[in-house]
C-alpha cells in the first residue's frame, strides 16, 4: 500500500476494522522512496483559480470536523499531495496549534511535510517554520527540516544549528539530520560539537551519541582522515571519567557499526588499535550478554515487547519448529563482578559458546504463544540481578504487565513473578472469526513499541517522552520485540462515519462486513510507513537497540528495518510471509 496517494487507493477497497486497508505489502523500494522524501510532489504555484487545490481545501476542512484522527490525518494529507505552498502554509500554522492528542498531530505533521514538501521552492518556509519552534519539544521537526535543506544543498544550514552554542537537543537534531544526509561536513561539524569533560547533562551525552551516530553513517569514508580524527576523539571521550555509562554503551554501539566490529570491547585502548588497523590485545572471557531467541543484547535496562494478538493463537508450522529448535538457548550466565550500569561490565568479547539447549517440553509447544511464553521464560531465567526488565504485551491495547509497571531489577523475586503473569495468561474461547481462541484482540505494534521507549526508569514519562530528561537517563536501552504479523491497530482508534469507497472488516481475520455504517477506524500508525518514522522519533535520542523476532504473518522487511534503524538484528523463524 502507497498511504501518500490516495488517488490510486480510491479505486480499491480500503478496510478498517471493522476497519481494515488493502494488505499491507510494502515494497523496499516504495518504503524506501517514502521516508527518504522522495514520494514527494514538485512545487506547485500558488494560483488562486487553482480548482485542485480548492478542491482539496474544501476535503481537508470536511474531515477536519471528524472524530476519527485516521480521517483527519486523511484530510491532512489530500491538501498536503497538491505540493502547494499555501497547504504548506496551512500545514505549518496548524502545528502551532494542534488539536487532540497534540503531541501525536504535530509528529504527524511534521512527517507529512517531509513527505510531500521535499523541494528547493520550500526550503525558506520550512526554515522559517523550524525558527519559531526552537524548543526541545521540537527536535524532531528540526531534524527533519534541516535534512530536506540539507539535502537540496543547504547542508551548512544544519552545521551552523551544531556549532554554535544553544540547546544541546537541537544540536543533537542537527546531528541526526547531518548523519541521515551522509555529508562528510558532517565528520567535522560532530568533532567540533564534541563536549569536554565539564559539560553539563544532559547536553554530554545527547551531543556525544549524535557525533558518534555521524561517524556510523560513514562506514565508505573509513579511510577519509576526518571519519579517524572524529572516530579518536569519540574514543577519547570514552576514557574521560565524566562521560556516563549510558553515552558510553551508545558511542560503542556506534564504533562497532562504524568499524564494522562485532565485538564488544569498552576499553578505548581497544578502539585506538583498530581505527589504526592493528589487532587488540585478545579478550578475557566474560559472561554473555542477555538474550531472546538468541539474539544477543548490549544494554542492561530491557524491554521485551510481546505480541498477544489473537493470531499468536496460530498453531506453528513444522518449519517454524524446527527453526525453534535450533535457536541457541545459552546456560545460565556467570554472576557479573564488576556490578554498577557501566557497560564496562558487559562482555569483553564473544560469548562463550552456547551449550546445548535445554530440553523445552516440545510437546507443550504448539502454538506461537507457547513459542513465546516459552523463550521469554528462557530470557528472564538468565538475567543477572543488576540488570533491569519490564515485559510489555499489546494486542488491541498496549500495556505493560502489572508485576512491571516499569523496569524492574532483575530480582529472582522479580523474575519469579513476571513469568507467573505470563504463565497465567489463559486464552479465551473461539468464536468464528476466531477459530484458535483469543487473547488481546488486534496487532497493535506500534503502542508496544512506544510502552517501551516512553519508559523513565520504573514509570511511563511524561508528555515528549522522547526529549524528556529522565526517559534520557533511566529509560530502557535494549527493545526485544517479538511479532506474529503485520500492525492491524494503534493507540488512536475512533468511532466515526464510514466513508464511500472504505470496506469494514475485521484486520485479523479479514472478514468483510459491507453492511457497517460506523466504523471502528484505527489511526494513522496501523499503516508502516507512518509506524517507522514514528518509532524513528521516538527513539531519536533515547537510542535503545532494537532486536525483532518475526513468525507467521509477520513482514520481515518492517522487522528488518525497525531492527536496522535501533542498530540491532532480525529473526524471521519459519520464512516469514507478511500480508
Not at 474461547?429 to 512506544?450: A, E, F, I, Q, V
Request: glycine share 8%; proline share 9%.
Amino acid at each position: 500500500m502507497q498511504p501518500t496517494a490516495p488517488r490510486r487507493l480510491a479505486r480499491r477497497p480500503r478496510y478498517h476494522w471493522r476497519v481494515r486497508r488493502r494488505p499491507l505489502r510494502l515494497r523496499l523500494a516504495g518504503l524506501a522512496l517514502a521516508l527518504a522524501g522522495a514520494a514527494a510532489a514538485p512545487a506547485a504555484p500558488a494560483r488562486a483559480d487553482d480548482p485542485a487545490f480548492a478542491a482539496a481545501r474544501k476535503a481537508y476542512e470536511r474531515y477536519l470536523e471528524r472524530p476519527s484522527l485516521w480521517l483527519r490525518h486523511r484530510g491532512r494529507q489530500r491538501l498536503a499531495e497538491t505540493g502547494d505552498a499555501r497547504a504548506l502554509e496551512i500545514l505549518t500554522r496548524s502545528y502551532a496549534r494542534p488539536e487532540e492528542p497534540k503531541e501525536v498531530v504535530r509528529a504527524l505533521l511534521v512527517d507529512l511535510v517531509a513527505r510531500h514538501f521535499d523541494a528547493p521552492a520550500h526550503l525558506p518556509a520550512l526554515a522559517d517554520w523550524r525558527r519559531k519552534h526552537a524548543k526541545a519539544r521540537d527536535a524532531w521537526l528540526w531534524t527533519q527540516a534541516l535534512e530536506i535543506e540539507g539535502r537540496h544543498g543547504r547542508v551548512e544550514e544544519a552545521v551552523a544549528v551544531v556549532v554554535r552554542a544553544g540547546d544541546p537537543w537541537l544540536r543533537a537534531a542537527a546531528l541526526c539530520a547531518l548523519a541521515r544526509l551522509e555529508a562528510p561536513e558532517g565528520l567535522e561539524a560532530a568533532r567540533a560539537a564534541l563536549p569536554d569533560a565539564t559539560a553539563a547533562e544532559p547536553g554530554r551525552t545527547l551531543l556525544l551519541e549524535a557525533a558518534a551516530e555521524v561517524l556510523s553513517a560513514h562506514t565508505a569514508r573509513r579511510q577519509d582522515p576526518r571519519f579517524e580524527a572524529l572516530a579518536l576523539a569519540l574514543v577519547e571521550r570514552l576514557g574521560e571519567a565524566t562521560t556516563t555509562p549510558r553515552a558510553r554503551l551508545g558511542v560503542v554501539r556506534r564504533l562497532r557499526r562504524a568499524l564494522n566490529r562485532d565485538e564488544w570491547r569498552p576499553d578505548p585502548a581497544v578502539w585506538r588499535e583498530w581505527i589504526a588497523g592493528r589487532p587488540p590485545p585478545p579478550a578475557e572471557p566474560a559472561v554473555g550478554p542477555p538474550t531472546f531467541f538468541g539474539l544477543p543484547a548490549s544494554g542492561r535496562r530491557i524491554a521485551f515487547v510481546i505480541d498477544l494478538s489473537d493470531s499468536m493463537l496460530t498453531p506453528l508450522t513444522h518449519e517454524e519448529v524446527e527453526d525453534l529448535k535450533k535457536v541457541p538457548v545459552p546456560p545460565r550466565r556467570r554472576p557479573v563482578v564488576t556490578g554498577g550500569d557501566a557497560p564496562d561490565a558487559r562482555p569483553g568479547g564473544p560469548a562463550p559458546a552456547p551449550a546445548a539447549p535445554p530440553d523445552l517440553p516440545w510437546e507443550e509447544i504448539r502454538t506461537r504463544f507457547d513459542a513465546a511464553r516459552a523463550f521469554l521464560r528462557l530470557a528472564l531465567e538468565r538475567l543477572e540481578p543488576e540488570e533491569e526488565f519490564v515485559v510489555i504485551g499489546f494486542g488491541t491495547r498496549a500495556e505493560a504487565l502489572g508485576s512491571t509497571p516499569g523496569l524492574r531489577r532483575a530480582t529472582p523475586a522479580a523474575v519469579a513473578r513476571a513469568i507467573a503473569e505470563v504463565l497465567a495468561i489463559e486464552p479465551g474461547p473461539r468464536k468464528p472469526d476466531r477459530p484458535h481462541g483469543t487473547l488481546w484482540g488486534y496487532t497493535n505494534l506500534h503502542g508496544g513499541l512506544l510502552r517501551a521507549l516512553e519508559l523513565a526508569g520504573a514509570r511511563p514519562a511524561r508528555a515528549d517522552a522522547y526529549v524528556a530528561p529522565d526517559v534520557l537517563e533511566g529509560g530502557c536501552d535494549t527493545v526485544f520485540l517479538l511479532s506474529d504479523g503485520v500492525p492491524s491497530w494503534d493507540d488512536h482508534a475512533e468511532w466515526d462515519v464510514r466513508e464511500a469507497g472504505d470496506v469494514a472488516g475485521d484486520p485479523e481475520s479479514r472478514s468483510v462486513a459491507r453492511d457497517a455504517e460506523r466504523v471502528h477506524w484505527y489511526g494513522p500508525y496501523a499503516v508502516q510507513s507512518w509506524l517507522i518514522e514514528d518509532i524513528r522519533r521516538a527513539n531519536l535520542f533515547v537510542r535503545a537497540e532494537v532486536h525483532a523476532v518475526g513468525f507467521g504473518e509477520a513482514d520481515p522487511r518492517l522487522l528488518q528495518r525497525l531492527a536496522y534503524d535501533g542498530l540491532g538484528r532480525a529473526l524471521i523463524l519459519g520464512g516469514g510471509s507478511g500480508r
